[in-house]
């Protein structure tokens, strides 16, 4: 008989905001892959969860990807979560969801945090349909990307760091018109939790005068 698989989201700041549910799998399972055991170690010791935490990153989660498999169908319950947020999303979880959807382990997802959603529902911008683009790439397609989305007509979300937020809104501003409505929100749940709105440039601005700190979500109207 095979084991199971847990996809289990954590708090992306705010502690607090961990379903019931979540800690009850937490705290049943045999073993709980983690991104950063540092990180998910804070969160373990805060509600008494006990349960063995193992390493499971972008950097092994290739190499590791057989022996995992090979657990589960021996009957091993597992829990994978990140160090902030909904694994899968833009974050590792997808490689080992689908290999054992392959392998016909059970995999079940809990609700719960993710940093877009709250995000698109503060910017203002039209949530009825949208398109999440996660991190546009650093270097290689990075023209692409913006040439691509350049006639898109839904809202689209994007993730991206505090080096880059000014960059990326300017090149934003030179693919797509300089006037193109758009929301950054920061720190998401966190003390110092913040959402700006205004045209990509007056964004661009502000970030240029003011040096970003956090996690940031971009949300960009579409094209009319």
Known sequence: MSGKLYIVPTPIGNLKDITLR?????KEV???LAEDTRTSGKLMNHYSI?????PYHMHNEHKTLEGLVKELRAGRIMAIITDAGTPAISDPGFLLVREAIGEDIPVETLPGATAF???LVNS???AHSFTFEGFIPVKKGRQTKFTELADETRTMIFYESPYRIAKTLGEMAKYWGA???ASVSREITKKFEETLRGTVTEL?????KNSPKGE???????KE
């Open 117 to 119: 959603v709250p995000a």
């Open 179 to 181: 006037d193109r409505q």
């Open 22 to 26: 979540a800690l009850e799998v937490l």
């Open 50 to 54: 006990s349960t063995s935490l193992r």
């Open 216 to 222: 940031f979500v971009i949300c960009v109207s579409g």
């Open 204 to 208: 661009e601005d502000h970030f240029k």
């Open 30 to 32: 045999d073993v709980i």
């Open 124 to 126: 203002g911008l039209p």
